[in-house]
């Protein structure tokens, strides 16, 4: 996973992906049958991952606009350091033209799906509870949001400074006021 996340799909040679795994390229290819298989396997993985570490707070029970700014501010606080300059795996497959390949599209859509439902779920129960106001447009603001994230991410990779990703994230849960 992490070779495909430092060089992306055609970067990421069989050396590199030997290299990353400690597998000869032969094993690899019996495992999985090519690259390709590879890369959406590690998407997959990718997807879990970054579920659990930065969507688990807005997919909790008792989610609601804290875990919004929890999610963002944990967004942020990742663009300064080493693993989070990569940016986000699916995020830069997006960009590159394997993403038009059907399974691998479908899991960037299977993940922003995903971020989409957890920001709509914590704007559902922020409303609920007074924090956003009740003529809250949810889907809108849940799109609004994962775009929000996309951006954080696309950033990071690019070497954003950390004042403007934090910027970001402020501003994007103030505008839920």
């Not at 942020?76 to 993403?99: H, S, V, W, Y």
């Amino acid at each position: 996973m992490e070779a495909f996340w430092k060089n992306g799909f055609h970067e990421a040679s069989l050396s590199t992906l030997e290299d990353a795994t400690g597998v000869g390229r032969r094993s690899l290819l019996n495992t999985f049958g090519d690259k390709r298989s590879m890369f959406i396997e590690a998407l997959k993985d990718f997807r879990k991952v970054a579920a659990t570490r930065f969507l688990s707070p807005m997919e909790a029970d008792d989610a609601g606009l804290e875990a919004i700014r929890e999610t963002l501010d944990r967004l942020a606080a990742e663009a300064r350091t080493e693993a989070g300059q990569f940016g986000c795996l699916i995020c830069n497959t997006a960009r590159e033209p394997i993403a038009e390949d059907p399974d691998v599209n479908k899991q960037i859509w299977l993940y922003f799906g995903r971020i989409e439902r957890a920001f709509a779920k914590a704007l559902s129960a922020a409303v609920d509870a007074g924090d956003v106001p009740n003529d809250t447009d949810i889907a809108r603001r849940a799109q609004s949001l994962l775009g929000t994230l996309v951006s954080l991410c696309t950033l990071a990779r690019a070497g954003a400074p950390s004042s403007m990703t934090d910027n970001i994230a402020i501003e994007a849960i103030e505008q839920l006021r």
